[in-house]
T-cell receptor, first 113, second 117 residues
Framework: DAGITQSPRHKVTETGTPVTLRCHQTENHRYMYWYRQDPGHGLRLIHYSYGVKDTDKGEVSDGYSVSRSKTEDFLLTLESATSSQTSVYFC????????????FGQGTRLTVV | AQSVTQLGSHVSVSEGALVLLRCNYSSSVPPYLFWYVQYPNQGLQLLLKYTTGATLVKGINGFEAEFKKSETSFHLTKPSAHMSDAAEYFCAVSERSGSSNTGKLIFGQGTTLQVKP
């Protein structure tokens, strides 16, 4: 299994504060993704990266930004957290565009109060 | 554009009974299809995938799925449910652009499987 570590695993933050979630992988996978999981919605893609400094928006990108300065790290930032961003966030990686089998981290439970 | 629909947000079976979780997809090009399982408080784990070739795909833990192009379906089955199968299951399709993958997965809403003793 791909080594994917998310940090922190749990976080409670206040509305209006910035929050950064970190994803670290040890598999040298080119693609990295941030998803959010909410009841009734499954997993929705927030942002993804197809290489260092190459990122693109997913279907629910408003209020989020990402950065990837190294192959192994993919950061998700909530610029000004809102209660609607309370969710479980998953990082995933895949080898390349052809092999899109995704490997997932354990998730980060974020609560915005 | 591709999409995935999982029929039934909750499925309940008795231990030892057949498990059938339904997934239908929409795609104008041959899809890559996946089933993932999520145990409580964990990330998703790949159960099986279909890319090309044999339409009946076998996965881990005794699960299998059959790609049926005519029905645009990729239903997940297991002959005999075990208590440890209780989890949430997600069907996904690889987003395609023309004949190429974009590198993104599109997920269904998930089906929670309950296994009763």
């Amino acid at each position: 299994d791909a080594g994917i570590t998310q940090s922190p695993r749990h976080k409670v933050t206040e509305t209006g504060t910035p929050v950064t979630l970190r994803c670290h992988q040890t598999e040298n996978h080119r693609y990295m993704y941030w998803y959010r999981q909410d009841p009734g919605h499954g997993l929705r893609l927030i942002h993804y990266s197809y290489g260092v400094k190459d990122t693109d928006k997913g279907e629910v990108s408003d209020g989020y930004s990402v950065s990837r300065s190294k192959t192994e790290d993919f950061l998700l930032t909530l610029e000004s957290a809102t209660s609607s961003q309370t969710s479980v966030y998953f990082c995933a990686t895949s080898l390349d565009r052809v092999d899109t089998e995704a490997f997932f981290g354990q998730g980060t439970r974020l609560t915005v109060v | 554009a591709q999409s995935v629909t999982q029929l039934g947000s909750h499925v309940s079976v008795s231990e030892g009974a057949l498990v059938l979780l339904r997934c239908n997809y929409s795609s104008s090009v041959p899809p890559y299809l996946f089933w993932y399982v999520q145990y409580p408080n964990q990330g998703l784990q790949l159960l099986l995938k279909y890319t090309t070739g044999a339409t009946l795909v076998k996965g881990i833990n005794g699960f299998e799925a059959e790609f049926k192009k005519s029905e645009t379906s990729f239903h997940l089955t297991k002959p005999s449910a075990h208590m440890s199968d209780a989890a949430e299951y997600f069907c996904a399709v690889s987003e395609r652009s023309g004949s190429s993958n974009t590198g993104k997965l599109i997920f269904g809403q998930g089906t929670t499987l309950q296994v009763k003793p």
